[in-house]
């Protein structure tokens, strides 16, 4: 995503919950399902680093990280789509990951754009 | 003759040197590095104190502010418990190895998203939810797993 869009999404107030309701809140309004999602591969240096810390095993801090960022822009584009149906939140967002080819990952997020009052 | 010996032995040495030293080297300081993590991961619970994760669907109390939380962890097991494990998958049974670093994983990233409650000010998280998915290297050789926690945050 450009820069400019991910500030863009920063100044969007959006309500995200992965329950039914937003608590505290009462559904208006629901405008559809919405879904978000973004391919990631990993930098081929990253990789090897990665290689080598398989000797010893535990955390790949290098993946941790950028799944998180991949998640992070799942969640953005899911967030400019509500934005552009009017919505200000989103319900019983859900998660899901799955290993494309080899070195690459698709990170989706998805769920109910919804008005809350 | 001592000198066709010797020859035999660096023969040996060689391929030993490829594969059963790393493997050695694996066991060892695998063992000692995860140790070590995992000893800093209770540290890091007990200090902690409370749970606050629920898996209910709706919060308990009235709620002034809500807001989503995810926390992962991408962990990989070393040569050694890759190894021990594969030997595992002909006889069947538990695969001890694959075992603790799962049970590991998911502990670690259910610490984390503690964590994050706390510090983005949240006093409960409810709806926490764990998936699991396989990450692979471009070469398909280095196979690990990724563990998400993800829940709501409630402020009381």
Request: without cysteine.
């Amino acid at each position: 995503m450009p820069e400019a869009d991910a500030q863009e999404v920063q100044t969007i107030e959006m309500l995200m919950s992965n329950t039914e309701t937003i608590p505290g809140h009462t559904i208006i309004q629901m405008l559809g399902i919405v879904t978000g999602s973004t391919v990631r591969a990993k930098h081929i240096g990253k990789d090897i680093l990665a290689g080598f810390k398989n000797i010893v095993g535990g955390e790949l801090k290098g993946y941790t990280e950028l799944l998180q960022e991949a998640r992070a822009q799942a969640l953005q584009r899911l967030v400019m789509e509500s934005h552009s149906r009017g919505a200000n939140a989103i319900v019983n967002i859900r998660f899901a990951t799955s290993a494309i080819a080899g070195g690459a990952a698709e990170l989706m997020a998805y769920g109910t754009a919804v008005v809350v009052g | 003759m001592a000198r066709d010996e010797l020859d035999i032995l660096f023969s040996l040495a060689w391929p030993l040197l490829f594969t059963v030293v790393p493997l050695l080297f694996s066991w060892i300081f695998g063992n000692i590095y995860q140790r070590k993590k995992q000893e800093e991961l209770e540290v890091r619970v007990e200090s902690f104190g409370t749970d606050n994760l629920t898996t209910l669907k709706s919060p308990p109390t009235q709620v002034s502010a809500s807001g989503l939380l995810t926390a992962n962890i991408i962990m990989s097991v070393s040569w050694w418990q890759k190894l021990v494990g594969g030997i595992k998958t002909i006889f069947g049974g538990q695969v001890q190895t694959w075992d603790g670093i799962l049970a590991w994983a998911r502990k670690e990233a259910m610490q984390r998203l503690r964590e994050q409650a706390r510090a983005g000010g949240f006093d409960n998280v409810i709806n926490v939810r764990l998936e699991t998915s396989e990450i692979q290297s471009s070469k398909g050789r280095n196979t690990a797993v990724e563990i998400l926690a993800y829940g709501t945050g409630i402020k009381t």
